[in-house]
């Protein structure tokens, strides 16, 4: 299956930092979303992004889909930005299933 | 509208034990999917249906069962619980190729 890398694993910020999180995939994709899950478990879908640009109030994201990564922007992070950030690609063969990385875990100090 | 709804959020179940998680859409939704969540891991698929009764396995089937009798419902069952199976569990549905939604999930505990 596809292979999906993020980085880095893990990530502390003051409030008010901006950051860069990155996805790197093995293959071509046609369907490509970052997911949120905050310290409750809850998991948000913040972009469905297969290519191009798009932004959602602090948040952005960035897919070069012929060079197979994807990038997620936070500006000025707040706590309640805190959390584990998952991209997820397309698994070819299951009905639009998603396969997901590792995550990166997020933490926003004050 | 209450999305993706999962019953219950949390069980404990003894080894050999059997039940059945319940997943909900009120979209209209005609792809359905169940994912478990381990430490350390993302979401791994277990099943997945493409429409009303129709079911088909994904990475990691073994040890679980899936009915989709209604457009809306999505049932997970362990027959025989084990430890293995100890996980936090999410549904989601979706429409086409496009944005997947996730119900609350579910804890389960098996001892």
């Known amino acids: 299956g596809i292979q999906v890398e993020q980085s880095p694993p893990d990530l502390i910020l003051q409030e008010g930092a901006n950051s860069t999180l990155r996805c790197n995939f093995s293959d071509s994709v046609n369907n490509l979303q970052w997911f949120h899950q905050n310290p409750w478990g809850q998991l948000i879908n913040l972009f469905y992004i297969p290519s191009g640009t798009k932004q959602n109030g602090r948040l952005s994201a960035t897919t070069v889909a012929t060079e197979r990564y994807s990038l997620l922007y936070i500006s000025s992070s707040q706590t309640t930005d805190s959390g584990v950030y998952f991209c997820a690609v397309e698994a070819p063969g299951t009905g639009y299933a998603l396969n997901f990385g590792k995550g990166t875990s997020l933490l926003v100090t004050p | 509208n209450a999305g993706v709804t999962q019953t219950p959020k949390f069980r404990v179940l003894k080894t050999g034990q059997s039940m059945t998680l319940l997943c909900a859409q009120d979209m209209n939704h005609e792809y359905m999917y169940w994912y478990r969540q381990d430490p350390g891991m993302g979401l791994r698929l277990i099943h997945y249906s493409v429409g009303e009764g129709t079911t088909a396995k994904g990475e990691v089937p073994d040890g679980y069962n899936v009915s989709r009798l209604k457009k809306q419902n999505f049932l997970l069952g362990l027959e025989s619980a084990a430890p293995s199976q100890t996980s936090v569990y999410f549904c989601?549905?979706?429409?086409?190729?496009?944005?997947?939604?996730f119900g609350p999930g579910t804890r389960l505990t098996v001892t």
């Open positions: 989601a549905s979706s429409y086409s190729g496009t944005q997947q939604y």
